[in-house]
């Protein structure tokens, strides 16, 4: 089971030195017109939290939060995301699992700039730091190494807020979102079907939500395409309350624990 693979379904230790590793501009590239998105999901000092369970056992917790930091890169205003997994009592003995994810958003695109990725999970260990130059369609790893993509793609950490971006005002059952990522060193479409709207109770209360399905990556974790769901508020924050996910042995649930900082009023339900 990887942590990881959740948070971004709903789709985390390294400080990086923002300044030395920006994109640098230079003229003609600044008549490349980056792409805008026009949202109020989400806010600085976001903060939400979230208890996980495998199976029946108490397995950790998630955080993920927009730090209070006003930051620019490529001369742009970014968001600082940070996002923690952590294992936690008995299932430490079995399955300790550190993770930490940081990505740095665009304001007005909602796409990154700089992502990290230092994941602890049992006895396998994985770092990446991917440098985004949008202005050039390119992105370069720790490895070296540089890889084409489309303008505007998103990291795994970055999708979950351009996912929340999307206009859903006029959605229909069974429409399917797509959004490009990058992820792994390699590209590949995150595409997210809504279900249906749903009132759904949690140990925080009731809520009515939207109900999506997350076309994920099947084999290593999931037996299906289908195999997990997101209940998301039905309002402007379109934050996740809980998500279900059959993987190939068990099942796993994320449920929020709390949220702070939110930019709009939440559809919590009297």
């Not at 230079?26 to 490349?32: A, G, N, P, S, Y």
């Not at 991917?130 to 070296?144: A, M």
């Not at 402007?236 to 042995?249: E, F, G, S, T």
Request: charged share 30%; aromatic share 12%.
């Amino acid at each position: 089971m990887e942590f990881s693979f959740i948070l971004s379904g709903l789709l985390l230790f390294l400080q990086p030195v923002v300044s030395d590793s920006s994109p640098q501009i230079t003229e003609q590239e600044l008549t490349i017109v980056l792409p805008e998105v026009n949202h109020h999901a989400f806010k600085r000092g976001e903060r939400l939290e979230y208890e996980v369970s495998y199976g029946w056992l108490d397995a950790g917790e998630a955080i993920i939060e927009i730090t209070q930091e006003k930051e620019k890169i490529a001369g742009r205003d970014v968001f600082h995301v940070i996002g923690t997994g952590n294992s936690l009592g008995t299932f430490n003995w079995f399955f300790k699992v550190r993770d930490r994810y940081e990505t740095y958003v665009d304001e007005k695109g909602v796409f990154p700039w700089i992502f990290i990725r230092d994941i602890h999970e049992g006895g396998f260990d994985l770092k990446q730091y991917y440098t985004f130059d949008h202005f050039k369609e390119k992105v370069k790893t720790n490895k070296g190494k540089e890889y084409d993509i489309p303008l505007g793609v998103q990291d795994m950490i970055s999708a979950l807020y351009r996912a929340r971006a999307l206009d859903v005002s006029k959605v229909k059952p069974g429409q399917v979102f797509e959004i490009q990522a990058f992820v792994d060193n390699e590209v590949w479409p995150l595409k997210i079907k809504y279900l249906r709207n749903e009132t759904i109770e949690v140990d925080k209360g009731d809520f009515d939500c939207m109900v999506f399905v997350p076309v994920v990556q099947t084999g290593r974790i999931f037996k299906k395409e289908e195999d997990m769901m997101v209940w998301v508020t039905n309002d402007q924050n379109k934050i996740p309350i809980l998500a279900k996910a059959k993987v190939v042995v068990g099942s796993v649930t994320m449920e929020i624990r709390d949220y702070k900082g939110l930019a709009n009023p939440i559809s919590k339900v009297d």
